[in-house]
């Protein structure tokens, strides 16, 4: 049996997804979750923008010579699903797309640094052992993001990077950051020159940044060292999140360049970032963070509306529409359980505000808004402002 804590036992509860053997290490995500997930998304999708990345979109299936490429069918072949007498592969990360599409682009130095995102679908053939609910899965959607720039840009990139992503992670309640530096595994591609400036650059960058890693030899990526930042929870176990990778292999691999201010062809650098990681890993964390009752602005139902009698039937409908066109996410009910037990089930699904709509509140135009252990009468106008910025995302 599950602890009442654990994210599955709050999935299950709430009516957000489930997992089963079927798919193992995949999700079915319900209604209410999501709802949820969309709302992480569209955070997400937010944040790259005022950062400066455009959104693209890349195949889930690329053939047997991208993939050489990359070097992930040398490195990372076994947690890879392979198709078509090994011909295709499914997709475990996004950044061999992005380099196509620069290299289609041919951009000029006026372009750069250019900032591709994607929040790609991705899938890793991962033991079955090692799955566990949210936390380590199969499929799942990777905020992927891939900086091209001019080495001398590397540093204010890195930098910009940096303070974005300690800005979020406030945001999403997490004060406490945890960075640290991995070098050059041994398993790995490119020179040990190309690796000496790769970690030379990046640790120059974090310098700049503000940033005291710590170091974690061997941990870098096969094709250049990184950054992790990594969360602690109020359990005491941390999470690393989001990374950033300087990459000076696969453009060389990939062929891709910029035309410089003489007309030459020159190789720009290649950073990975990611903030979040794998959304559905974040939302497992936050969701046992909060004992599945999640912050208005990510909970999948922000209000629920109560008429007390059928005769308020008409104004909680009004109600109800007048807080969607605000573009909260509403539901009602007014079936024939008792107002205190409409209540008791609206705290169960952990709803964060409730409104109760009688004979005074229809007369008057105003709601009985319940949020906590508070309740207070509100005119409807004044109820809709409320409501309007406390579910709205923190950025």
Known sequence: MLAANDHREIGRRLDLFHFQEEAAGMVFWHPRGYRTLRALEALIRRHAEADGFDEVRTPQLLRQPIWEASGHWQHFRENMFLMADDALAVKPVSCPGHLEILRRRAPSYR??????????????????????????????????????????????????????LIQLYGALGFEQVEVSFASRPDERAGTDEIWDRAEELLQKAAARAGLEAVHAPKAG??????????????????????????????????????????????????????????????LGIVL???????????????????????????????????????????????????????????????????????????QARSLSLRHADAQRVVALDAAMTELEQACSPPL
């Not at 989001?242 to 030459?264: C, H, K, M, N, W």
């Not at 008409?314 to 539901?331: K, P």
């Open 221 to 282: 990526a096969f094709y250049g060292p990184k950054l992790e930042f990594a969360l602690p929870d109020r359990q005491g176990r941390r999470w690393q999140c989001g990374t950033i990778q300087l990459d000076l292999v696969l453009p060389e691999r990939f062929d891709v360049a910029y035309v410089d201010a003489s007309g030459g062809r020159q190789r720009p650098l290649m950073l990975h970032r990611a903030t979040l990681g794998s959304l559905e890993r974040f």
């Open 288 to 362: 046992e963070q909060h004992d599945g009752r999640l912050p208005a602005w990510l909970s999948p139902d922000q209000v629920v509306v109560l008429p007390v009698d059928p005769e308020q039937h008409d104004y909680a409908r009004e109600v109800e529409a007048e807080l969607r066109r605000a573009g909260l996410r509403v539901v009602s009910d007014a079936s024939r359980e008792t107002l205190g037990r409409r209540i008791a089930l609206a705290h169960e699904a952990a709803i964060p505000y409730v409104a109760v709509v009688g004979r005074r509140e229809q």
């Open 111 to 164: 372009d750069l640094p250019l900032r591709y995102s994607e929040l790609g679908l991705v899938h890793r053939n991962e033991p079955s052992g090692t799955l566990h609910g949210l936390f380590r899965l199969r499929q799942f959607t990777q905020d992927d993001g891939h900086v091209f720039c001019e080495v001398e840009q590397i540093e204010a990139e890195v930098a910009r990077f940096c303070r974005s």
